[in-house]
């Protein structure tokens, strides 16, 4: 008796769509996921550090707790607005986005393009510093000399 | 258990698998097959960073244990955007009429010794080196690979953690359905 075999696509009858509408339209904004990713990761290592939770932020944001987890899921449109309310619930400063030139020809440095956000109390800068010094990338929540600076931008100036 | 074509008029190369009404594991209701659920969770850094933390991901046994939680967030959630983007990629050119070949010769066995296994259990690693983030899939013949899964690696077998675990039993459980199934192969379209 001879055993009666199927091929693949005699049972395959649906394509699958969902990722590859996903994945051309995150291929287009991949340097804005990717800042909304960092962003995310270090608001969430800031509010674990000072014990936050989602549902407290977004009371003292204003906003809904789904618009925060959003923001955390790198999900959201984040707009200075939206930036200054994390900034003042959280009683710390986001600098604002800065230009440098990227031609060599042009020395002179605009600014850094670095997103900054650290407390202002001192003691709470010392303990930020010895978080995660082996990142790679620009850290929101830790601190340097250069943001300690007192005449360094704040969220309100942006 | 559903499977899905990558694309309309396919009959060869990468299917992906949908887990319905299966014993072992179910894929979210959200999900239309295991690569978008893999593509959500893997590029949220919320998902990402809990997942890692949780003893399910074996962080703390494995080699990276003393790699700091925001290192291992960053580098898996750009690998999983290079991952998706190199898939859209493939599926670009795939339209003309090259599908997915070269993702399925990415594609390796688990382990040495199920190199000859039919239907058999594979991987798929995004970079050259250094690799958190795997594909796992079920090789059938030698002309379709479907994707079951996703797992991040930082322990050394994968036994050695849950969520890895459910990703080789997943595989298991595709490769038994396809036997139950009859299912040999994809040529004679």
């Not at chain 1, 693949?8 to 904004?29: G, H, Y």
């Not at chain 1, 987890?69 to 600098?95: H, P, V, W, Y």
């Not at chain 2, 898939?87 to 000859?116: A, W």
């Amino acid at each position: 008796m001879t055993k009666k075999t199927k091929n693949l696509n005699q049972i395959v009858t649906k394509t699958a769509t969902q990722w590859k509408i996903r994945a051309t339209k995150d291929r287009s904004n991949r340097r804005e996921i990717s800042r909304a990713q960092q962003f995310a990761l270090d608001l969430l290592d800031y509010m674990e550090l000072h014990k936050i939770k989602q549902i407290d932020l977004a009371d003292k944001m204003g906003v809904s707790p789904q618009q925060v987890n959003k923001i955390l899921r790198a999900k959201a449109n984040l707009t200075f607005e939206t930036l200054d309310k994390i900034a003042d619930s959280l009683g710390a400063t986001i600098t604002s986005p800065r230009i440098k030139t990227n031609n060599s020809n042009y020395t002179q440095t605009v600014g850094s393009t670095m997103q900054v956000v650290h407390r202002r109390q001192p003691k709470i800068i010392q303990e930020n510093s010895k978080i995660s010094s082996r990142t790679k990338k620009n850290p929101i929540l830790e601190t340097s000399f250069e943001n300690m600076n007192p005449y360094g931008y704040t969220a309100k100036q942006i | 258990m559903e499977i899905y074509r990558t694309f309309d008029k396919q009959y060869q190369g990468i299917y992906l698998a949908c887990f319905v009404d299966c014993t072992i594991y179910e894929t979210p209701e959200d999900y239309e097959t295991e690569l978008d659920k893999i593509q959500d969770q893997l590029q949220d850094p919320l998902y990402v960073r809990n997942f890692i933390k949780s003893p399910r991901s074996g962080w703390k046994k494995g080699n990276y244990r003393n790699e700091p939680l925001k290192y291992l967030a960053e580098n898996i959630l750009e690998e999983a955007g290079d991952l998706f983007d190199k898939l859209d990629e493939i599926s670009n050119q795939s339209q003309n009429g090259n599908p997915f070949e070269l993702l399925f010769d990415n594609f390796k066995e688990l382990s040495p010794n199920e190199k000859y296994n039919d239907p058999g259990r594979r991987k798929m690693y995004t970079y050259d080196y250094n690799s958190l983030l795997r594909l796992y899939g079920v090789r059938l013949n030698n002309d379709c690979i479907i994707i079951t899964g996703a797992g991040l690696k930082f322990v050394k077998a994968m036994q050695d953690c849950k969520a890895l675990q459910l990703e080789l039993d997943k595989m298991n459980y595709l490769i038994e359905w396809l036997k139950e199934n009859k299912i040999t192969d994809c040529s004679d379209f």
